[in-house]
Structures are given as structure tokens and as C-alpha cells.
């Protein structure tokens, strides 16, 4: 596959943090590994068994992006999961992670604390698929139909109290399936959160599956964010815990790196991240070079969260 080639060793290295590469070479071969024996796309067989009925689910009409799918074999295949190395070839690596029976915790500012099973919360929710343009701040993107419902759902059934103002989402931590977390250097957990605002802007989504089957878990099974409109980056995985908080939340990229990756990440092709432009893209499959756009497309349904916060570092 040419997406695993050498010719983007070079333009990956100009772009990954150079702090997170030093595992590159020797993961280059783990990932080889993985293929040839066959794990690309799979959930845990507890995991799809938990979800069996429920996918695939309908698609969504608002909600599908007119442009060709990134191939599965990409999405499921090429991935940003720390916890698990530092190269994209996390499949093996992750499968370590046991994502059912998986508890999560809403707490917090809430009238409504609730502590449950992800297979409980789904029972509580309509699933859908919806295809977004997914953008890394690496300079890479795909377009991913996901599987899951609104974040705003978890907002309902918190009921924040009128002193929430960021809701916060915290991902497992458990250095012993994860072995990167046993680096002291970097601040597991991982974390990202959002405004209130833009946790209940309609685009907002969880995704428990991808290509109508169960979230592989290098995708970030059994539930992570999907925010199209901003970098990768800050669509956590595996989340465990949705805190809704009065102060807004440092994030893991934002502790790890403050000059390079701020808290709202915006996508925008103008504002250039300090060792690379972010003009244009990388499409992972086709290996096309496309414009990249304000709000990666999606102006129309999040520009106005950002009325009045010009002052505020809202593209990095
Ligand atoms: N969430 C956690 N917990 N750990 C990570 O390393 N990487 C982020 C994001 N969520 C990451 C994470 C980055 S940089 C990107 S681009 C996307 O996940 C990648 O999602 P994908 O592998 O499904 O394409």
C-alpha cells in the first residue's frame, strides 16, 4: 500500500513532533508485522459482539461529505494513537486494550452525575453515519464515514448546571496495556475538551464505529470524539470520563507543546503551524494534494462560535 511507503517518510518527519519520533524505524517493521497477519480493521470480538445489531446504522442525511471514502484499509490501518507508539502503525500495538466490558464516568457540574457502561449508553441513543472530512494537523487527511450519535446527547442527559462552561474528556490510562504511557515525559492522561458552545454545535459527534462495524480499536474503541471542523488532534479516544468543568482544561498537546498546539485548533489554511504550512493536504489512499479549508469546510455551521474570541489563538 503506498500510504505505508517510504516516499512520506520525509514529509512525516518534517511534520510529526520530533520528540514523538524516536520510535519511528523499529515501529516501521511492527507495522509491517500487523499486516501480514491480518489485524488491520478489527475490533475485539467482545466489542463487536456487544454491538452486534446496532450496525450499521442509518445513514445521515444532513451529514455526508460529496467526496470519495478514504480506504478502510487507511483509516483503519494508518493512525495517531500515542498510548500505543509513536509511528501510525498502532494496530497490533493496541489490540492489547480490552474495550468491553468499558465504564464511563459523567461527572462534574452536573444535576445528573452517572457512572455506566458504554453499551448501556448506547441504549440511551439514535446511531447514525456520518461522513466527515477528517484533517491531522500533521498535514494529512481522510474522509471517514463514522458511526455514532451527537455529543449533545451526553449533554442532555448530564444536565450541566449554568457554571459548566467547558465540558472536559479524559482518556484510559493504564500503563500497562499502554506502554507509552509509561513515559514519564508526557502528561497521561490524554485530554481535550471543548466549549459548552461547541460541544453542542450539531457536528459535534461520538463515534463508536467506522465504516458500519464496531471502532477498531486503533480508532479509539470503544468511543472517541469526532470535531471535523478542527485538527485531529483534538478528537480523543477511548474516552472514560466527560467532566464538565467551570475552567477551561489543559489539554495534553497544549502541556505538551504550548507555542504549536492551542486549545481550539481551528482549521485554517492561513495560519501556518510554526515548522509547516497547513495550505494544503496530504489525502491518505489517493496520496492527491488538496487545498485545505477554513473550518476544514464545515464555516457554515461552526463560524459563529468564534464571534467575538478574534483575540484568541483560534487556529493553532
Ligand atoms: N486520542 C488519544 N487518546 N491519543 C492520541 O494519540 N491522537 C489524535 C486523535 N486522538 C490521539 C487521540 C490525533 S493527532 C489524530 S490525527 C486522531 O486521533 C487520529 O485518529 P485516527 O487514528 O482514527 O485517524
Same mark, same amino acid.
Given at each position: 500500500m503506498r500510504f505505508l511507503g517510504r516516499s512520506w517518510e520525509m514529509r512525516e518527519a518534517e511534520t510529526t513532533p520530533e520528540a514523538l519520533f524516536f520510535e519511528r524505524r523499529r515501529l516501521i517493521g511492527f507495522g509491517a508485522g500487523a499486516l501480514a497477519a491480518g489485524l488491520l480493521g478489527r475490533a475485539h470480538p467482545a466489542r463487536a459482539a456487544a454491538i452486534d445489531g446496532m450496525l450499521p446504522a442509518a445513514p445521515s442525511a444532513a451529514f455526508h461529505a460529496a467526496e470519495a471514502l478514504t480506504p478502510e484499509k487507511a483509516v483503519t490501518g494508518y493512525n495517531n494513537f500515542y498510548e500505543f507508539g509513536f509511528s501510525k502503525y498502532v494496530q497490533s500495538a493496541s489490540q492489547k486494550l480490552k474495550t468491553s466490558p468499558w465504564t464511563i464516568t459523567i461527572d462534574g457540574l452536573v444535576e445528573k452525575p452517572l457512572t455506566l457502561d458504554v453499551d448501556d449508553l448506547l441504549k440511551k441513543v439514535a446511531l447514525e453515519e456520518r461522513i466527515y472530512r477528517h484533517r491531522c494537523v500533521e498535514a494529512w487527511s481522510m474522509v471517514v464515514p463514522w458511526t455514532g450519535f451527537p455529543l449533545a446527547e451526553i449533554v442532555k442527559l448530564a444536565e450541566p448546571k449554568a457554571e459548566a462552561k467547558y465540558l472536559?474528556? =479524559? @482518556? /484510559?490510562?493504564?500503563?500497562?496495556?499502554?506502554?507509552?504511557?509509561?513515559?514519564?515525559?508526557?502528561?497521561?492522561?490524554?485530554?481535550?475538551?471543548?466549549?459548552?458552545?461547541?460541544?453542542?454545535?450539531?457536528?459535534?459527534?461520538?463515534?463508536?464505529?467506522?465504516f458500519g462495524k464496531p471502532m477498531p480499536t486503533q480508532n479509539g474503541a470503544p468511543i472517541r470524539?469526532?470535531?471535523?471542523?478542527?485538527?485531529g488532534f483534538k478528537s480523543a479516544k477511548s474516552i472514560v470520563r466527560f467532566s464538565f468543568v467551570a475552567k477551561r482544561p =489543559? @489539554? /495534553?498537546w497544549e502541556a505538551l507543546g504550548p507555542d504549536e498546539y492551542g486549545f481550539w485548533a481551528n482549521v485554517n489554511p492561513k495560519v501556518a503551524h510554526p515548522r509547516w504550512s497547513q495550505a494544503s493536504e496530504r489525502r491518505v489512499g489517493p496520496e492527491d494534494s488538496v487545498p485545505t479549508r477554513l473550518f476544514n469546510g464545515y464555516a457554515e455551521q461552526v463560524a459563529g462560535l468564534y464571534k467575538g474570541l478574534e483575540k484568541e489563538a483560534l487556529f493553532m
Open positions: 472536559r474528556m =479524559e @482518556t /484510559f490510562l493504564d500503563p500497562k496495556v499502554a506502554r507509552s504511557q509509561n513515559a514519564p515525559q508526557y502528561p497521561w492522561p490524554y485530554v481535550e475538551g471543548l466549549t459548552m458552545a461547541e460541544a453542542t454545535n450539531e457536528l459535534a459527534f461520538l463515534a463508536v464505529g467506522v470524539l469526532v470535531v471535523p471542523w478542527k485538527y =489543559e @489539554t /495534553f
